[in-house]
């Protein structure tokens, strides 16, 4: 059976949450640091890193949605993989912009997706990756 919130979390996932931790927080620590640093790459990819950051923190509650016991692997493996897409998206919505790292993040579901129905016990963590 599929699960009704597939097509909305595709789509909540590459807009919602890139307009604000990219077009949002990543803009807005760009432009702060840019008050420091003499280096607008400097600046660019600290944002980034922060932005990335709090995109993986952000998905931490999910953990609490799976239906398997919490341990530092899956904390390691949520964060870890979050922060990566975050960055990726970040790195496109600095040379290529927003519509970019929205269609990255919506692939990214996308193939999250088929994984789960290639592979039935890739269902069981598919909250760790929104």
């Known amino acids: 059976m599929q699960k009704p919130w597939n097509f909305t979390q595709v789509f909540y996932g590459g807009v919602i949450e890139e307009v604000v931790f ?23 990819w600290i944002a980034n890193i922060l932005a990335a950051l709090l995109f993986a923190l952000a998905h931490l509650p999910s953990v609490q949605q799976l239906k398997v016991t919490d341990t530092k692997l899956i904390y390691l493996y949520m964060n870890s993989t979050n922060a990566i897409l975050g960055l990726v998206c970040g790195w496109l919505y600095w040379k290529e912009g927003l519509a ?17 129905k290639i592979e039935p016990h890739v269902q069981k963590h598919d909250d760790l990756l929104v």
Not at 100 to 115: K, L, N, S, Y
């Open 100 to 116: 970019a790292a929205i269609i990255c993040h919506m692939t990214f579901h996308i193939v999250w997706f088929i994984a789960e």
């Open 22 to 44: 990219r077009f949002g927080f990543m803009s807005f620590f760009t432009w702060l640091f840019n008050l420091w640093f003499s280096n607008i790459l400097w600046s660019i």
